[in-house]
């Protein structure tokens, strides 16, 4: 299973990252869409963890492109702002179907991922 | 809509915009703080089943923790600034101080559009007297019109500086213009901001850049 972790802060990402090392899972971690790109574009992961805000586009654009690379990947969403509600809306339009609300517990995380390769 | 119903129906928009934005920010420091200190658990859990941990490693986290703190300080020191904002409807500001308030304000959003915003005072302290909330949000939207006027990457600089009797912030955006013809500057917003606070506005260079002159204070 491999992870990637994109998210503008890189200290966060970065801790969550090697967490999630520590507990077997592969994770890599990137601090803007364009890094996301690339390394998409260079390797496949199972699961991308999107900011919902990351610099220069939305997460949800993000999402769009890097399904465009690899349609198999699978998309869970982290928010540090707004309605639970409004992100929610947000999250379902762009079929992600899953959400975290920051700060996330590391198990509810690993939690969201399993399933959401289970689907 | 008149003047007062103008200054409030965007002041209460740019208050909302500011308070999530600074929300945001103190979740993204909780959040890291609390990976951090969950990966010092970790790191205990393991030396606990008899894995060596590097200590060196631990007193790192606790720096990083600490750094977080000073952040997230530093950040509801500046939103208690901003709220504080509309206690006196006419008080003497720094107009140094006031630009830097609106720099960490908008420095999250502008960021995230890969934009820079930094303060230059080549002048001595100068003070005005007036609503400091409304000159903050009137900086505010000449900073967003300048970001709006480049495309991709780039940088606004706010000036503080003076003439004769008047000071002025200067706003000033580097990189590249947008070919677009820019917006109206002052909107019915600006204007009513302007009125608010006592200043003038004159827009140079296709938009480019901003001088807003308001009276200096004696007192």
Redesign the interface.
Known sequence: MRVLLVD??Q??VS??A??LA?RGIEADWVTDPDQALERVKRSGYDVAVLDV????ISGLTLKKQLEELRPDMKFIFMT???SESDFREGVEQAGAGFYLI???K?EVLIERIREVLRD | MDREGILLDSGLQFFGTVSASISHEIKNSLATMREQAGLMEDLLTMAERGMQINLERLRDLATRINRQTERADEIVKNLNRFAHSVDEPSVAIGLADLARLVCALVHRSASQKGMEVAVREPAPSITVETHPFFLAHLLWQCVQFAASRQEGRGAVEIEVGEGGDQACLVVRSSGTLSDRPPPLFPDSTETALLDRVGAAVTVADNGRELTVQLPKHTG
Request: proline share 10%; no cysteine; charged share 40%.
């Open positions: 503008d802060e200290e966060l801790t969550l090697e967490r520590m805000k990351v610099p220069k540090g702002h707004g920051k700060p996330v590391i």
